[in-house]
C-alpha cells in the first residue's frame, strides 16, 4: 500500500466532516483539531484497505484524504479536497461527484459548444461558493476591465504646401479635429502653421517606434 505520509512528517489535519465514510470516523473531539499541525507517528492499513494515520499530538486515527503537508498553502489544501471522484456525462448535463459524497449539477445551454472543461470548472465554481447564484454573484461584483490598448505610434506623412518639403510627423507632435477631419502641425522647413485635410495625408502604423 502506498502511503502519502511517513512517519515523522509534519502534517495538518483538515476538517474531515466533508470527506465521505472517513476512515474510523469523524468525531467531534477531531473537529476541535482541525488546522493544527501534528507529527506522523504510524501509519497502517484500517481495515487493511485503507490508509490511516495515528499522530503523536493527538490520538484517534485520521484519514489520509484529512490530512496535508503541513508546509503546503490552505488553497493547495483545497485542490485536493475539490479533486472530484467521478463525472458522469447523460445529454446536456454534467454530473460531478465530490469527495463529500454531494453532487453538482451542470447543464450546458443550446448555444454551448460541449466541454468536459467548462463543465467541470462550472461545477467547482458552484460547489466552491455554494451555488449557482452565489457563483454568479461573485462573477457580476468582479469588475471586468478591458486591458488597456497599448497606445499605436501613429505617423503621418505630410506634404507642406507652401515650401513643398515632405516630412513625417508622430501623433504627439500633431493635433486632430474630429470635427472636420483635419490635422493641425507646423512645417519643420518653413515653420508654417499647417491644417491638411486627413484624407491626404498618409498614416502609417509604425511599430518599432
Ligand atoms: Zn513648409
Known amino acids: 500500500m502506498d502511503f502519502k505520509y511517513k512517519v515523522g512528517d509534519k502534517v495538518r489535519i483538515l476538517d474531515g466532516s466533508n470527506i465521505a465514510n472517513y476512515t ?12 493544527r ?10 481495515n487493511g484497505v485503507r490508509p490511516a494515520y495515528r499522530l ?4 484517534f486515527t485520521w484519514d489520509e484524504r484529512g ?31 465530490w469527495q463529500d459524497g454531494t453532487k453538482t449539477v451542470v447543464k450546458r445551454g443550446s448555444d ?18 455554494g451555488s449557482n447564484s452565489a457563483l454568479k454573484r461573485i462573477v457580476s461584483r468582479t469588475e471586468t476591465q478591458e486591458k488597456k490598448r497599448k497606445k499605436e505610434t501613429l505617423m503621418y506623412r ?17 493635433r486632430i479635429f474630429p470635427k472636420d477631419n483635419s490635422l493641425r502641425t507646423n ?3 518653413c515653420k508654417s502653421h499647417l491644417v ?7 498614416v502609417e502604423h509604425d511599430a518599432d517606434r
Not at 499541525?37 to 484500517?46: L, P, S
Not at 503523536?56 to 490520538?59: A, F, T, Y
Not at 459548444?113 to 458552484?126: M, N, R
Not at 491638411?196 to 498618409?202: G, I, K, N, Q
Open 187 to 189: 512645417c519643420p522647413s
Open 37 to 46: 499541525v501534528a507529527t506522523v507517528k504510524e501509519a497502517f492499513q484500517f
Open 67 to 97: 490530512l496535508f503537508p503541513a508546509d503546503a498553502s490552505p488553497l493547495v489544501c483545497n485542490t485536493e479536497i475539490f479533486a472530484p471522484l467521478r463525472i458522469v456525462k447523460n445529454g446536456v448535463a454534467t454530473i460531478v461527484f
Open 56 to 59: 503523536s499530538e493527538i490520538c
Open 24 to 35: 474510523g470516523g469523524f468525531l467531534l473531539e477531531m473537529k476541535k483539531q482541525v488546522g
Open 196 to 202: 491638411l485635410s486627413l484624407p491626404d495625408v498618409e
Open 112 to 129: 454551448e459548444a460541449e466541454s468536459d472543461y467548462a463543465a467541470f470548472t462550472a461545477a467547482l465554481g458552484i460547489k466552491v461558493f
Open 158 to 174: 505630410c506634404l507642406c504646401p507652401y515650401c513643398h518639403a515632405e516630412f513625417n510627423k508622430g501623433n504627439s507632435e500633431i
